[in-house]
């Protein structure tokens, strides 16, 4: 069983809907990332936070620690959102373990 | 925030020769820094931790004289990958640690498609 489970895995939308990831992890942790990457490979760090909600732009992540879940959500989804979107947690050693990601489409 | 780079973006080599890869970060000093390895489809895979100044710890499995580390600089760590096969082609990401701020967090450099002919 992997530490950390995103779902779904795959996801298409059309433009303009509401979108959320979820993630699962089963680890301790210090902090939940959520990292986007496009198609040409290159990573982003979206967010990292250890409690509560955050909020950038049209993405809002929240974490509840109690839990152990994590969501991503984008809205007003646009065709430039389409990448993988993976979730890893860290812990005190800072430690990675990476969720297999979610592939987002979105369609015009 | 903090940038961290990596060059070549891409690189396309014969079987046989060997390619290094160079993680920089541009605007921060990162004593440790991250070398991770990630097949198509699938999720990162942490191959080793660079820190400055001492030998890389390698995770279990990662062959440390095909993949060399070298982190020579508190801004600077290099990949080599020796003897290249075609079995290495992947896309390689770094990433640098922040200690910054009363922070500790990594930033990702864009990453390094490694092809071998």
């Known amino acids: 069983k992997n530490e950390v489970e995103q779902s779904p895995q795959n996801l298409t939308a059309q433009e303009g809907e509401f979108i959320t990831i979820n993630c699962s992890y089963s680890?301790?942790?210090?902090?939940l990332h959520w990292l986007q990457q496009h198609p040409g490979g290159g990573i982003v760090s979206l967010f990292m936070?250890?409690?509560g909600k955050k909020k950038h732009g049209r993405l809002i992540a929240t974490i509840n620690i109690q839990e152990k879940h994590s969501s991503l959500h984008i809205t007003a989804s646009h065709p430039r959102d389409s990448a993988v979107y993976i979730c890893?947690?860290?812990?005190?050693?800072?430690?990675?373990?990476f969720g297999t990601g979610t592939s987002l489409t979105v369609i015009p | 925030g903090a940038v961290v780079s990596q060059h070549p973006s891409r690189v396309i080599c014969k079987s046989g020769t060997s390619v290094k890869i160079e993680c920089r970060s541009l605007?921060?000093?990162?004593?440790?820094m991250f070398w991770y390895r990630q097949f198509p489809k699938q999720s990162l895979m942490l191959m080793a931790t660079?820190?400055?100044?001492?030998?890389?710890?390698?995770e279990q499995g990662v062959e440390k004289d095909k993949f060399l580390i070298n982190h020579a600089s508190l801004t600077l760590s290099t990949l080599t990958v020796t003897s290249a096969h075609p079995e290495d082609s992947s896309f390689y990401i770094c990433?640098?640690?922040?200690?910054?701020?009363?922070?500790?967090?990594?930033?990702f450099g864009p990453g390094t498609r490694l092809t071998v002919l």
């Open positions: 660079s820190n400055e100044g001492s030998k890389a710890t390698y």
């Open positions: 680890v301790g942790i210090s902090a």
């Open positions: 890893a947690v860290s812990n005190t050693g800072n430690q990675f373990y």
């Open positions: 990433s640098a640690r922040d200690l910054r701020w009363l922070t500790d967090t990594q930033y």
């Open positions: 936070l250890s409690s």
């Open positions: 605007d921060f000093q990162a004593t440790t």
